[in-house]
């Protein structure tokens, strides 16, 4: 089982739409939590830090579930902009900066 | 401005020619890592470096080695390259005390060919 997992997609979605990515972490360990964007096979770019108490970026908003261990990205008002691949991504406790990566959620936004 | 730097951009190579994929950063950040990032199975580390002369074997440190004699740069060496490297690389650095916020900056990435 991979330590981080997500649903590749493609979410197929129309411009103005809401939606949402969940994605599981297996390590109960794992301490920090993060949503990254990735356009084209380009270098990853933090899209958001994810916090216990849920956090809010315009229109993205993270949530964390350490009980269930999984954590949400909700978008709403979809732009074309945001068609992108969503990482996951975990740190675990130990000292240094290991992140585990999921292996990322396709969004296609269209007209 | 803050940037890590990864040459080259692109490569084909053959089977067993040594190559070296440079990377430099420029913010005089203590950690930095490799990665390289495959279909399906997202971005895995290769070799990652604490500081000059500590380097450690990431998940997947086999066919690879690297090197940290100046903080700045962290070269990834593939001594005998072979096909199933063949891949997106991407290199990555950040200073200790800020991961929780800002966990890495990564290079643009270079993509191996290895016929």
């Known amino acids: 089982r991979k330590e981080v997992e997500q649903d590749p997609g493609p979410f197929n979605v129309p411009e103005g739409a809401t939606v949402a990515f969940n994605c599981t972490y297996s390590?109960?360990?794992?301490?920090?939590f993060f949503w990254y964007r990735q356009d084209c096979r380009k270098e990853p770019k933090l899209l958001m830090s994810?916090?216990?108490s849920g956090n809010e970026d315009g229109r993205f908003t993270a949530q964390l579930n350490r009980a269930s261990q999984y954590i949400s990205l909700l978008i709403r008002d979809s732009k074309l902009s945001d068609s992108a691949t969503y990482l996951c991504?975990?740190?675990?406790?130990?000292?240094?900066?290991?992140?585990?990566f999921g292996a990322g959620t396709r969004l296609a936004v269209h007209p | 401005e803050a940037q890590v730097t990864q040459n080259p951009r692109y490569l084909i190579t053959v089977t067993g020619k040594k190559l070296t994929v440079t990377c430099s950063q420029n913010?005089?950040?203590?950690?930095m890592s490799w990665y390289r990032q495959d279909p399906g199975l997202g971005l895995r580390q290769i070799y990652y470096?604490?500081?000059?002369?500590?380097?450690d074997k990431g998940d997947v440190p086999e066919g690879y080695k690297v090197s940290r004699k100046e903080k700045r740069n962290f070269p990834l060496i593939l001594e005998s390259p072979s096909p199933n490297q063949t891949s997106l690389y991407f290199c990555?650095?950040?200073?200790?005390?800020?991961?929780?916020?800002?966990?890495?900056?990564f290079g643009d990435g270079t993509r191996l060919s290895i016929l």
């Open positions: 990555a650095s950040s200073s200790f005390g800020d991961y929780l916020e800002q966990p890495q900056h």
């Open positions: 390590n109960s360990a794992s301490q920090s």
């Open positions: 994810v916090y216990s």
């Open positions: 991504v975990v740190i675990h406790s130990g000292g240094y900066n290991k992140l585990i």
């Open positions: 913010m005089n950040h203590e950690y």
């Open positions: 470096s604490m500081n000059v002369e500590v380097t």
